[in-house]
């Protein structure tokens, strides 16, 4: 394979830089820039970067051999002052050395896939990891970086393995007596498995949810406080406001973090029946954010909520607690940290059943997967004359674990999952 290099650090100026070389030329490449023999692997060592005669810079160098390194392949990095000259001069040096060239987006991260040191999964994970903004994110990318679908796939599919292998047995006697009764033992595999799945997909919601963040909609009547509510939960002056009744007319997202979880709060227009068209269809379209939102908090006070009613789970608050004494108050900051507390206490209880299943692609593989054991229990029940059948589900199921951590029919979605990685990953 070629030999790759890029900036594996973040772009700027900053104190120092990291610079990446994976393939079979990365140390012969990184030993033609230093002024002196490299040291040991997983030894840093100071030297001066030299082309030409001139010093380049003076870089500490981190050698990794094939095998333990994150791609799997040879590489060297260099971490070298954080100037974008000087990164330029280094990666102008090492582009005009024969067999080395920039890495494509992901192609590092796609070199650790192909070299067996990450599964398809745990791609997705540091992709996650990457993006992550709260600690409830940082927590669920670290379970799938670290391989948690992986694991629990090859358990599912070793339970398959001895399933199909029980049947296969009892396909190769079929003329013979075959002593035991296999199929109370392939019944209880596939109810394993099946069961466990199930479990791990109840769960994709609230994981799902976690990755992309939870949506909370502040609803009540015109003029009770909601984009006061809002800015003062947001700490800015996200919406605009004033004493006219209806003045937000569409919804209203602000981006932020409550009990470590990602928000977005939704401002929606204030709910009664319109007569204005325009506003009308500002209440149409907060009625349908609400009730498509993970939770909603109702501001109540005098005029009553229109066209939409509380539901378990959902948050229920005084209006303009500065003039009632109780309640919140955008205005004032009255209740405000006792609402914070109360929606973080709500989206935990959210995500209490959050597997490891974080993406549809998940979701999709892992129904495959029940769909086959569902055929297989079917005709599990129908007696030794299916069991060709059964086993052929079987191996069924097993296709569909292995393309969850990508070894099976994944490759036309490579190159788009890949693509959102930076250069240097």
């Not at 050395?97 to 992901?106: S, T, V």
């Not at 009730?291 to 908090?297: E, F, M, T």
């Not at 509380?310 to 940290?337: C, F, N």
Request: with cysteine.
């Amino acid at each position: 394979m070629d030999t790759i290099f890029a900036l594996a650090s973040a772009r700027g100026k900053a104190g120092v830089a990291v610079i990446r070389v994976s393939g079979p030329d990365a140390f012969g490449a990184v030993a033609a820039l230093c002024d002196r023999p490299l040291p040991p692997p997983r030894q840093a060592g100071l030297r001066r970067l030299v082309q030409d005669g001139q010093v380049l810079d003076e870089a500490l160098v981190l050698l990794f051999e094939a095998g333990v390194s994150f791609t799997g392949e040879a590489v060297a990095e260099l971490q070298v002052h954080g100037s974008a000259a000087v990164v330029q001069a280094v990666l102008r040096a090492l582009a005009g050395r024969y067999g080395l060239r920039l890495a494509e987006a992901g192609e590092f991260t796609r070199r650790a896939l192909e070299n067996g040191r990450l599964d398809l999964a745990q791609v997705e994970g540091l992709a996650d990891l990457i993006e992550a903004e709260t600690e409830a994110q940082r927590r669920q990318a670290m379970r799938v970086l670290s391989g948690a679908i992986g694991q629990r796939a090859e358990d599912w599919r070793k339970k398959l393995v001895r399933a199909a292998a029980l049947l296969e047995a009892t396909i190769d006697f079929a003329d013979e007596d075959v002593p035991v009764d296999v199929t109370p033992e392939v019944g209880a595999l596939v109810e394993a498995v099946r069961a466990d799945l199930a479990r791990e997909l109840d769960g994709a919601r609230a994981a799902e949810r976690v990755r992309d963040g939870f949506e909370v909609a502040i609803v009540g009547a015109p003029n009770a406080g909601k984009s006061t509510l809002l800015n003062a939960l947001a700490g800015r002056d996200a919406a605009i406001t004033s004493d006219i009744a209806g003045t937000t007319r569409d919804v209203i997202e602000v981006r932020m973090e409550i009990g470590g979880q990602a928000v977005t709060l939704l401002d929606t227009a204030g709910l009664r029946d319109a007569e204005d068209a325009v506003e009308r269809i500002g209440v149409e379209r907060g009625i349908a954010r609400a009730v498509a939102a993970d939770l909603r908090v109702f501001l109540v006070g005098d005029d009553p909520v229109a066209g939409l009613e509380p539901v378990a789970g959902d948050i229920t608050v005084r209006a303009k607690g500065d003039l009632h004494g109780d309640g919140v108050s955008g205005l004032t900051g009255q209740g405000i940290p006792e609402l914070i507390d109360a929606i973080g206490m709500r989206l935990e209880g959210l995500t209490a059943g959050a597997g490891i299943v974080t993406r549809e692609r998940h979701r999709q593989f892992m129904g495959r997967a029940i769909g086959a054991l569902d055929s297989a229990r079917v005709e599990l029940e129908r007696g030794a004359v299916r069991t060709e059948i059964v086993a052929d589900e079987l191996r069924s199921a097993s296709r569909a674990l292995e393309g969850l951590v990508g070894r099976v029919d994944v490759e036309n979605l490579l190159d788009e999952i890949f693509a959102s990685f930076c250069i240097g990953k």
